[in-house]
């Protein structure tokens, strides 16, 4: 029932991440196109080369806000590496420490001693 729950959650989540991939690279470009005309805008030192990155750096900011929604897909993507993390995961046995590190040793001896 587990693995069920998980090939659900992963399914969705797959189907989430897809629907959100043109949104999310959307947003990657603008944003990328963002951090380009802040860094030529504090550059240049005309005032209407200024106002003209200004104006390109609020074009670029109103296509990375109109992606927002693609944030929806990165938290999908997430899901399915906890997802794919969970599913991946091999049930180990942990064996019990003891906390006298003599303990193997005095057993080891008795066997030997047996013998």
């Not at 797959?14 to 805008?41: D, E, H, T």
């Not at 997802?83 to 590190?101: C, G, H, L």
Request: net charge positive; hydrophobic share 55%.
């Amino acid at each position: 029932m587990k693995k069920f729950g998980l090939l659900l959650a992963g399914g969705i989540a797959a189907c989430v991440l897809l629907v959100n991939v043109g949104p999310m690279i959307g947003l990657a470009i603008s944003l990328v196109i963002l951090y380009f005309v802040f860094k030529q805008f504090m550059k240049t030192e005309s005032t209407s080369r200024k106002i003209v990155w200004g104006l390109i750096g609020l074009a670029a900011l109103a296509a990375s806000v109109s992606n927002i929604p693609s944030i929806v897909g990165v938290a999908a993507a997430y899901v399915l590496y906890l997802v794919y993390k969970k599913w991946t995961e091999s049930k180990k046995t942990v064996m019990k420490e003891e906390a006298d590190p003599f303990v193997s040793f005095e057993r080891q001896w008795a066997d030997l001693e047996r013998s």
